[in-house]
Every structure is written in C-alpha cells, then in structure tokens.
C-alpha cells in the first residue's frame, strides 16, 4: 500500500480558532492539502492551545509542543524544538512558515530534512519590535530564502522583494476566501449593542501596525448619527499600546471593543457590518479584507502595496495616517450603503479569485516537485 506524503507545519501558533494572520492562513490551507492525499501535521504551542483540543481536526494532525510564554522568545524557540522533532519524526517535508521561524532552515538542511517557507511578510517593518528584534528577523528571512529547497511568497511584492534581495526564484501562492457561512442569527450583535448595518467594523490583533487609533479618531470626526465602531480582535502580549487602544475605546462614546471573537460570533458580526476598514501601515495579504469581501461589504483601506495588489476601487483606498480622508470617506460610504446586488457581486468577485482550493493545489504542486526531484538536504546549499 502506498504511503500518504508528509508535511509537517511549523512556525505558527496553532488553530483552529487562534488569533493571527498566519494562523487563519494555515486554518483554511491545511485541512484542504490534507483532503489532497497529503497527511499534514502542525505543530502547535503548547500555549495556545487549550488542553481539550483534539489531536485530529479536519483531516490535519496536530502535535503541542512547548512554547516560552515571551513574545520575543515564543516562536524561536518553539521553531528550533519543532526542526528538531522533525529531524526525529522524518516527514518528507518540512513547511516553516513566516520569516522569524525560517530562522532555523539551516539547521533544517544539516539535519536532512526538505524545506518549504512560506514568506508571509517583511516582519521587521513591524512597529511593535525593537531593534534586536527586527535584526533577527532580517536574519530570518536571509536563512530562510537563501536555504529553503522552496519558497513560496503570498503576494507578488513579497515575490519581487525576495527576487530582488536575494536573487531567488518564489511560488506566488496568495491567501485566499471560501464562501462564508451567513448567519440568520444576530445574538453577537445583541450582546454587544450592534444594529445592523449601522457599525463600522475592524478585525485585527492589538498591534501599533494595525493604527486602531486612527480609526477611533476618524469614526469621531465622521459624526455618524445612530452609527458605532466595533473593533473585534485582541493583544497576544498586552502591552502600553494595546492598553491605550482598550482605554481610548471605553472612553469613546457608541465604540465597542469585543476581544477576540471566532465561529459564528465572529460569522455575525462580518455579516452584518455597514463598513469595514483596515487602516494598517504594514501588511503581507490581508486576509480580513479578503473575508470583509467576501461577506459582501464595502471596504476602506489604507494604499500600502499589500493592499493595493488586492484591486479594490480607487475610493476604497487612503494613506496611512490621513484621519481626515478617512472620516469623508467613512461618511460617503454610510450615505451610500450598498444594495444587496452590490453585495453579491462583491462576494462572487473575491471568492472568483482568490480561493483557498486553487492554493493548496499549488501548494501541492510545490511539495510534489520537491518530492520527485530527488532533493535531499544532505548538505546546505543555495538552492534557486
């Protein structure tokens, strides 16, 4: 009987229903590689997980592994326990996602293993990092992509980025969307003094990138009447910034800030926004925005690459940091509402191109060639 390929993901914090970026991305891609003839294994933090998480979820293997409870410390140091668990476990491939974790690939390599990075982001533009930080992640992304056996970018400005610094052939394998579960119920709402249609939404970690702040002050200027502010997400570390957001928030008038909210909770509230913004200075392929669309919405965000490579229309786009162009914009937007043919077309357009089923196919594609090149990693090298 032929065995089943094996992936092992590292480098995340776990899912389902963990908060970030590149957890949502490995929540929705894993589960559709392991229905692909793959058996997929990720490693998760003990930390994140709760105890009662299942060992199987959705076809996908999951292994706690310790973790430090340090922000700076965290996904170092449960990287270099995952390359060795691999190392001992041998699965044909090792897939390191973001570039801190990638920090590791070397070793990877000397230990034999075959490895695919993902590039989900220059991590050191991060406002939340301090210098240290962000020179471990430039180091980071240097081993990663100097050393991986594959790369694979999530946007095409990260693909150029790495073609340009380091010379180096990427995958361009973007986030993507499925079609969402649109609920009839509006039991979040009520619970947290919503109407419908008449909040303006942003889902986000507590993070300085994120500029929460400058949606809390243009929502103000906006003077919406009978409108309010939901900002769903919350601080993995919480920290002076995301305290100041939290207090900012309680002491403005109709903004409600929820936590960290998932499942059909987080189902209502995208379901029944008016307006979503995402007023980020620093992104890698946002997949709220893509899910704030796929949910039908009109979208504002801010015209850093990332967000540009999406395609939104001009009027959906401002500068980081312009409060005044985004308060107009908010109030155009509420004036405005969009219809529900609007809506649909919204939905059809970005689920049409961007699905997480043609991602894992390509995904696929990547570890299948690595596969059937014959590549070991033996001895480090350069690899193109």
């Not at 776990?14 to 929540?27: D, I, L, N, R, S």
């Not at 994120?210 to 919350?234: M, N, Q």
Request: charged residues 20%.
């Amino acid at each position: 009987m032929r065995r089943e390929p094996h992936t092992m993901i590292v480098g995340l914090r776990g899912f389902p229903g963990v908060q970030g970026g590149v957890e949502t991305h490995a929540e929705q891609l894993f589960p559709i590689i392991a229905g692909l003839g793959f058996k997929v294994t990720v490693l998760a933090r003990s930390t994140r997980l709760p105890k009662s998480c299942p060992s199987e979820w959705n076809g996908v293997h999951l292994v706690r592994l310790w973790a430090p409870k340090s922000r700076s410390l965290e996904a170092v140091v449960h990287t270099f326990l995952g390359v060795m668990y691999a190392a001992l476990t041998r699965p044909d491939i090792l897939h390191i996602q973001a570039v801190g974790p990638a920090l590791w690939t070397p070793l990877a390599r000397i230990l034999g293993l075959r490895v695919v990075v993902t590039h989900h982001g220059p991590d050191y533009d991060r406002q939340k990092w301090g210098g240290t930080a962000k020179f471990v992640l430039r180091c980071g992304e240097s081993a990663g992509m100097r050393f991986a056996h594959r790369r694979i970018a999530i946007s095409e400005g990260i693909r150029r980025l790495v073609a340009e610094k380091y010379g180096l052939d990427s995958a361009h394998i973007p986030n993507g969307v499925m079609a969402p579960f649109m609920p009839a119920s509006t039991d979040t709402l009520d619970k947290f003094g919503l109407s419908p249609r008449r909040y303006v939404l942003m889902v986000s970690r507590l993070v300085p990138e994120k500029r929460h702040e400058d949606l809390i002050k243009a929502f103000v200027d906006a003077a919406l009447p009978g409108w309010k502010l939901a900002l769903v997400g919350g601080a993995d570390h919480p920290d002076e910034y995301s305290t100041r957001v939290e207090r900012l928030a309680a002491q403005t008038p109709n903004v409600v800030a929820t936590g960290f909210q998932k499942g059909v909770a987080l189902n209502e509230i995208y379901a029944n926004a008016g307006i979503f913004v995402l007023p980020s200075s620093h992104e890698g392929l946002p997949i709220v925005l893509l899910e704030a669309i796929s949910y039908g919405l009109p979208v504002l965000s801010t015209d850093i690459p990332a967000n540009l490579e999406i395609g939104l229309p001009k009027e959906s786009y401002f500068k980081p940091g312009d409060i005044r162009t985004l308060a107009e914009r908010i109030q155009e937007f509420a004036r405005s509402p969009c219809t529900e043919e609007t809506r649909q077309r919204n939905r059809d357009w970005v689920i049409g191109r961007y699905d997480w089923r043609i991602s894992a196919r390509e995904t696929v594609d990547v570890y299948r060639s690595l596969i059937e090149s014959g590549t070991g990693a033996s001895h480090v090298s350069q690899t193109g």
